[in-house]
């Protein structure tokens, strides 16, 4: 196998990179990536690209991300979730499950967030954790996140549940422990799971210890929005994958119009192993974004 894309069952515990050195040798992969990090903690759906699709990671990453998260009231930690230092305890004993869907209006929608001082967020070039861990003082600046949807339950034992949809780089930890302050009285994570990816759900996921090359998925299940085409000329395969833009009606079948993702395969089967490029359809030209494969003319130098 020289390229996929793979849904990976995160267990919890294991940081991602850990995770990613499990792919890596169960596939037998030298060049491997992920598309999003986990907490430690945290359970789900780990995005796991190989060979030449690492150059897509790109794409998966700025995705929309649904997850379930446990939290427990009346407790505050440094971390944001009950792995961290106990700050405050509060009696939370009055708070109903109303109360809860009343304050997470204030969270929902457009919105600043802060994320945790113990997170992989650069702060003056080193890891805010990095920084967190020494005691050093710092500051991180809120950033513009979106929570398209949020749901909250009751769970076993006191603790609560929290649904939700929310675009890239939105903190979960954040949104519980900002739901503790609206309430006035703290809010901690106690399990968090990613359910999904964009269009890639858990139910696609394998565990890293069932991978194989039959696990990889299929190109339309990660980009399903997007145009994917086969090419069968030589001559168009070729300028392509040298960098060439070219009319796209050569590729673009009918009255084409604005792309900004399409697919481009080389065979009679769509995928990964025979994606060969992801190109734009702009202004009747198809110009290349990402080349993964270089083709070279096989007799015929086109003129």
Known sequence: MTQGIFAVDKESGLSSQAVLNRCKKQLKEKKIGHGGTLDPMASGVLVVATGGCTRLLSYVMGAKKRYLATFRLGITTDTYDITGKVISETDAGDVELCDLVVASGALRGEILQVPPRYSAIHVQGKRAYDLARKGEIFEIPPRRAQVFELKMDRAPDGLFTMYCEVSSGTYVRSLIHDLGQILGVGATMTDLTRLSVGDIDIEKASKVEDLSAASAL????????????????????????????????????????????VFLYESGIMSFDSLFAVVRVRDGLIVPMAVLQRKVASHVTES
């Open 218 to 261: 299929d190109p339309s299940t990660v980009f399903p929005s997007d145009l994917h085409l086969l090419v069968n000329e030589e001559s168009t395969l070729v300028a392509i994958s040298n960098g060439r833009s070219i009319a796209a009606d050569r590729i673009v079948p009918g009255d084409y119009r604005e792309y900004d993702k």
